[in-house]
Every structure is written in structure tokens, then in C-alpha cells.
């Protein structure tokens, strides 16, 4: 009998949370930031990760993150602690690997000594490998935490927010930064970066691949999905 009930009671709250998390699929009115589209599906089965809902544009493919909080707010002034594990000269050297041959273009481009401004710059190593590589690096990040780790580091001065930045760049780089920026916000976000640019400007942005083997393998368990 207990089982029975123990069985019922689990269906009931498996129900309860389905009925929630189609509430909160109704929430996100918002049009996809790629394609303009309103129509998703949700991920993992309706699984929270982080606190968030994942849900897939079905037309386009692009996954964003919502709150089950509606009235979450975007905090990042304590984000990174993953960032900032680790040798962290180890972990400039694989970013000097990983982005020579995007140097090399920029400063094919633009010259030896291009401006570039890396926008949610995080731990600062792209900044400094872009620094090291000849090129004037400025970053933009809201943690403070990794603001302070960037400064003892790598002597590496961030700014919190791109209003405290002065000048115009030859490139903007925006680096596994997007999917964190509210759908309601984004448009205006990208609009104030490349506001940064000059008139020959180029803009460099990437996001992880949700179609990935690793997050196939690994689902809401990836580093990446964190």
C-alpha cells in the first residue's frame, strides 16, 4: 500500500512539474535573437540546469537559457570559479595555441599593434595572449572575482562595464559570451559593442556547439551547459 502511494505521489509531483514547466515554456514570448521565431521545445526532458530551463528554437537550432524564476536577474559579479582552476599558464599557453591563427589574421588585417576589446573576457586570457601577441587588449568583465584573478595573474586591468571604455578597436570579440545575455537585452547588448568598432571594424563572436558529441554524451552534465 505504502509503495502504491509512494508511486502515486510521484506521479502526482512528475505531473505538477510538466504543468510548471510548460507555464514557464508560455513565458518565453521573446522571439529567437537568430531567426525571430517563437517556437521551442524544451531540453533534457524539462531538467533544470544551474537554475535554468533550456529550451531549442525549433527552427534555427539555437539554444537558450531561461530562469525558473522569472524575476532572476543576471548577476555575473561572482561567476568563474571553473575559470580559474588550474595552472593558469598552462591554461594561456592552450589559449596562445588555440587563437594563433586568429592572431595572425587580425594582425594581417590590421597591422602588428590592431586594437582588439574582448567583451565578457572572463579570467583574462585571451586578453593577455592577444597582449603577448603584439596587439593593444582591452577586456570587459562583470566578475569581480575574475577581474581580481586577471590582475594578479597576468597584471591585466579589466574594466566591469563596456561604459567605462574609451576609443574605438579594430576588433571586438565576444567569446562564449552570448548565450549568457538575456534574450530582452541581447540586440541592444550586440548594438553597443559593435558601437565600439571602427568603421573598418571587424567583429569576432563564438558559441558552444549544442550539437556537440560531448553534450550529446554528456547532456546537462557538460562543462559547457554549466
Known sequence: MRISRGRDWLGYML?????????IKMEVM??????ESRDYSQEFSGRAVNDHLLFKCNVCGMVIAEPRNINATCDYSNYGDYLIEGNPEKKLAKTKRHYRA????????????ASIL???????????AAEDFGFRAVGVEPSERLRTFATESFGLKLFASL????????????????????LEVNRVAICDMLKKLKVDGSFYGSTPN???????ISKENDRVVW
Open 15 to 23: 505531473r505538477l512539474q510538466n504543468e510548471v514547466n510548460e507555464e
Open 30 to 35: 521573446n522571439p529567437c535573437f537568430v531567426c
Open 102 to 113: 586568429l592572431f595572425s589574421q587580425i594582425s594581417k588585417q590590421y597591422g602588428a599593434q
Open 118 to 128: 574582448d567583451v565578457g573576457c572572463g579570467a583574462g586570457f585571451f586578453v593577455k
Open 163 to 182: 561604459n567605462d571604455v574609451e576609443g574605438a578597436f579594430d576588433v571586438v570579440s565576444m567569446i562564449e559570451v552570448i548565450e549568457h545575455i538575456p
Open 210 to 216: 549544442f550539437n556537440s558529441l560531448n553534450i550529446m
